[in-house]
């Protein structure tokens, strides 16, 4: 299987500053079919999760603009521009490049 | 709007097995349109399990295909999951989620219903 690790796992982040959390495959997430299924999910406390990014880069209906993906092959990141608190939660990162499709261990977002 | 539920047992006895259904609406099963069961142990990260698709394809993650079975239920708009077999470790939070055939994007996930295993 395709191991996803992140970090930090935990990110405590002043309101208002940037934050960036990495994600890295054991593989290369390219498809055969030319795109990189890398998808970014955030879990506020108590919720389900919600996707905020898909295909590495590209963001969600709704999704807040200070919200960017971006990587390639096995490197990849998730950039909130200036947190809010409303960014509170754990994010995930997900391949769907490979079966099984595989989750990141989480980063867990806080307010200093 | 595209919403799902999850529903089912919220306390199941170990060896025992688990019926989940997730009903669905505001989009069909067809052309595209697959549908996948996730689960989530308390504080740790989803796991993906199985996924339908619109034409009755089915995939299993490998590490739980023996004891996981995916099919279309009775009605039109639902999806259903069995697992076989449960054991503590199967304690956890288990959600449907929308997705299309390639990349795992889930876009609409169901609230979720949590599964505890007792003995």
């Known amino acids: 299987d395709v191991v996803m690790t992140q970090s930090p796992l935990s990110l405590p982040v002043t309101l208002g500053q940037p934050a960036s959390i990495s994600c890295r495959s054991s593989q290369s997430l390219a498809h055969f079919d030319g795109n990189t299924y890398l998808n970014w999910f955030q879990q506020r406390p108590g919720q389900s999760p919600r996707r905020l990014i898909y295909k590495v880069s590209n963001r969600d209906s709704g999704v807040p603009h200070r919200f960017s993906g971006s990587g390639s092959g096995t490197d990849f990141t998730l950039k909130i521009s200036r947190v809010e608190a409303e960014d509170v939660g754990v994010y995930y990162c997900m391949q769907g490049s490979h079966w099984p499709w595989t989750f990141g261990q989480g980063t867990k977002v806080e307010i200093k | 709007q595209v919403t799902l539920r999850e529903s089912g047992p919220a306390l199941v006895k170990l060896t025992q097995t688990l019926t989940l259904t997730c009903t669905f609406s505001?989009?069909?099963?067809?052309?595209?349109?697959?549908v996948s069961w996730i689960r989530q142990p308390p504080g740790k990260a989803p796991e993906w399990l199985a996924r339908i698709d619109w034409d009755d394809d089915k995939y299993y993650n490998t590490s739980l295909q023996t004891r996981l079975t995916i099919s279309k239920g009775t009605s039109k708009n639902q999806v259903v999951l069995t697992m076989t077999n449960m054991g503590p470790v199967d304690t956890a939070t288990y959600y449907c989620a929308r997705h299309s055939k390639e990349g795992g994007d889930f876009d609409y996930w169901g609230q979720g219903t949590r599964v505890t295993v007792s003995s």
């Open positions: 505001g989009f069909s099963l067809t052309t595209g349109m697959c």
